[in-house]
């Protein structure tokens, strides 16, 4: 009866926390992949309110054969970023910079910590992410932390539902390098550029 109930409100409480799979085309996918020069690696991105020092959220981006960003349960969207499931695929130089203007603001700044890895993890955790499936709103840390546990280099990560300790955990492991973000931007950022003057998004034709 338990495993019952289970099957027939584990979807309904999903929803009500925020699980949207989104599933965008194979060819539009295609189109937007981006490979970075910069050498594998893995970034993870930590938002901290200004006032309370408190974590609000996780999210990772992944630099392999193509650069991704997994934004578990996140509310940044860019309208020539496809996505599938939190995975967004086409993580350009300018797209990175979007992502770190729409998170920085008066109320939230942002920690990125990075580590090198080698090709071979770097895509082992792009298959994790991919496979995980659309996170329920308050689980973008535990997710994180989930795709990240057990991987080759991240043994010390421990699944967590909190992004500071997250963050203190991947501070810790050999070779990181931090950079704080800050922007003086009002908690408002609907206004947020999705495309900078003259940038052409991937697949997109010049017009």
């Not at 992944?62 to 960003?69: A, D, L, P, T």
């Not at 910590?113 to 080698?118: A, E, F, N």
């Not at 070779?175 to 973000?181: A, L, M, P, S």
Request: with cysteine.
């Amino acid at each position: 009866m338990h495993r019952l109930l289970l099957a027939i409100f584990l979807p309904l409480l999903l929803a009500a926390c925020g699980a949207e799979p989104v599933w965008a085309p194979d060819d539009v996918v295609a189109r937007a992949g981006y490979s970075s020069e910069e050498p594998p690696s893995v970034t993870l991105f930590t938002v901290i309110s200004t006032s309370t020092g408190a974590g609000a959220h996780s999210a990772l981006m992944i630099n392999g054969v193509e650069r991704v960003m997994f934004d578990p349960a996140g509310t940044w969207y860019h309208p020539y970023v496809p996505e599938r499931n939190d995975v967004h695929y086409g993580i350009t130089d300018h797209i990175y910079t979007f992502y770190i203007d729409y998170h920085a603001r008066e109320t939230y700044w942002v920690l990125e910590q990075t580590v090198p890895v080698s090709l071979e993890v770097a895509e082992l955790l792009r298959s994790r992410v991919e496979a995980y499936g659309a996170v329920p709103k308050a689980f973008c840390s535990n997710s994180v932390s989930s795709v990240l546990s057990g991987l080759p280099g991240f043994e010390a990560i421990g699944t967590t539902m909190f992004p500071k300790p997250l963050a203190r955990a991947f501070g810790e492991l050999p070779g990181v390098v931090e950079k704080d973000h800050y922007d003086g931007d009002p908690d408002d950022n609907s206004g947020v550029l999705m495309v900078k003057p003259g940038e052409i998004a991937p697949g997109v034709p010049a017009v």
